[in-house]
C-alpha cells in the first residue's frame, strides 16, 4: 500500500493523471477480495494488483479508456463456472472493480492521499469512504477518530454501523479499512525477531521491537521496524511500553526467565493476543509459574504457545511466515483489513 500510495503521489505531483484501480465488492471464490488496489499508469503500465490473470489485463485495458473519457466508473467482472475458462481463471465469483480517474489538479484527491500516506505510519484507524450512486463512486472521503475528513457528502450516521460490523459494502457506500490501529510488541531481537519482523511490516502491521542488548537493537537489524525500544524486561512500562487492548504482543527474548517476566507484565493488560515461542513443556511450566504469581486463567486465554500457526516450521524463516500467518487470522477476526 505505501508503495502504491507513493507511485500515485509522484504520478499526480508530476503532473500527470492517474487511474487507480480498485476492487469493491466481490462475491464466490476470487483471487483478490474487497480492497485490493492497482495502479495504471498513462502509458499502461501498472502497480500493485487486484489478482492478476485475464482479470486484470481486461481491466488495465479499461484504465485505457478511463484515460480517454477522464471519467471514473465501475465495471462488474464475472468469474462464475461459465465464464471461467474465457477469463483465464481457475476461481469462481463476481467482482466488482472501481476505476477512479485522478486528474493531476485534483488537490483535494491528492490531499487524501498524502494524509492516507502518513496515516500508514501511525497508530490510528482509517477507512478509505466512497459514496456510491448508481454502483458508480461520486465522493469519496477519509474516516478516522470519529471524524470524515476530505467530503461534506457523507452522511457519517450512515457509515459508522458498517465500522462496527464489518459489512464493506452497502447501496449507498464502500467503507474500506485501510489503517488498523495497534502494534505488534516484539520482545527480543534474537534471529527469529530479526526474520519476523520485516514479514509482519511487509503485510501491513506496525512493529516495535524491544530489546536490553545494545548488539540485537539497531536500526541495522530492523530497519522496517517502527520504533526500537531498548530497555528492561522486567520493567516494559517503566521502559515505554503502554499495552492496550489493541496491540498484540510476541516474546521472543532470549531466556525463559526473560520471557515469563514480559509474560507476567502483559497478560493483565487485556492485550487480546499474547504469543510466546517455546515448546510444549516451557509452555506448561510458564504457565504454572504465572498462575502461582496471580495471573488468572481467563488471562492466560489469550496466550498463544507455542506461538504460531501450526505448520511444523523449524527454522527462524519458516517460524516467521507461521507466526505471521496467525496474527493475519487475529487481525482479520477482529475486524482488521
Known amino acids: 500500500m505505501k508503495k502504491l500510495l507513493d507511485s500515485v503521489i509522484a504520478l499526480l505531483e508530476g503532473g500527470s493523471d492517474a487511474v487507480l484501480v480498485s476492487v469493491i465488492g466481490s462475491t464466490g471464490s476470487t483471487p483478490r477480495g474487497a480492497g485490493a488496489k492497482m495502479l495504471v499508469r498513462p502509458d499502461g503500465s501498472s502497480i500493485g494488483t487486484i489478482g492478476g490473470g485475464r482479470v ?87 474516516y478516522t477518530q470519529g471524524r470524515l475528513l476530505f467530503s461534506s457528502t457523507i452522511d457519517v450516521d450512515a457509515i459508522r454501523p458498517m465500522l462496527k460490523s464489518r459489512t464493506m459494502i452497502s447501496e449507498d457506500y464502500h467503507v474500506e479499512p485501510i489503517v488498523t490501529e495497534g502494534t505488534v510488541y516484539v520482545f527480543g531481537g534474537g534471529h527469529v525477531s530479526q526474520q519476523l519482523v520485516p514479514v509482519l511490516s511487509k503485510v501491513g502491521f506496525r512493529v516495535v521491537v524491544f530489546e536490553d542488548r545494545p548488539e540485537f537493537s539497531t536500526p541495522e537489524l530492523f530497519p522496517t521496524a517502527a520504533e526500537i525500544i531498548r530497555g528492561d524486561f522486567k520493567d516494559i512500562k517503566g521502559s515505554g511500553v503502554e499495552l492496550t487492548s489493541r496491540d498484540y504482543v510476541v516474546v521472543m527474548t532470549r531466556g ?35 498462575l502461582a504469581a496471580g495471573v488468572s486463567r481467563e488471562m492466560l486465554a489469550h496466550l498463544y504457545s507455542p506461538i504460531g500457526l501450526s505448520i511444523k516450521a523449524e527454522t527462524p524463516e519458516e517460524i516467521a511466515i507461521s507466526v505471521t500467518a496467525q496474527l493475519i487470522l487475529h487481525r482479520a477476526e477482529r475486524g482488521g483489513n
Open 56 to 142: 486484470e489485463y481486461e481491466a488495465q485495458k479499461h484504465a485505457a479508456a478511463i484515460y480517454a473519457d477522464r471519467r471514473s466508473g465501475t465495471v462488474g467482472y464475472n468469474l462464475a463456472p461459465n465464464d471461467v475458462a474465457d477469463l483465464g481463471m481457475i476461481c469462481g465469483g463476481k467482482v466488482t472493480v472501481y476505476f477512479q480517474y485522478i486528474a493531476a489538479g485534483d488537490e483535494n484527491a491528492l490531499a487524501l492521499l498524502r494524509y492516507l500516506r502518513t496515516a500508514l505510519e501511525g497508530t490510528e484507524s482509517v477507512w478509505l469512504v466512497r459514496k456510491l450512486k448508481d454502483n458508480d463512486v461520486i465522493d469519496m472521503g477519509l
Open 256 to 290: 525463559h526467565q526473560n520471557d515469563y517476566e514480559v509474560l507476567a507484565q502483559a497478560l493483565p493488560t487485556g492485550v487480546p493476543y499474547v504469543g510466546c515461542i517455546g515448546s510444549s513443556r516451557k509452555v506448561a511450566t510458564t504457565t504454572e509459574r504465572l
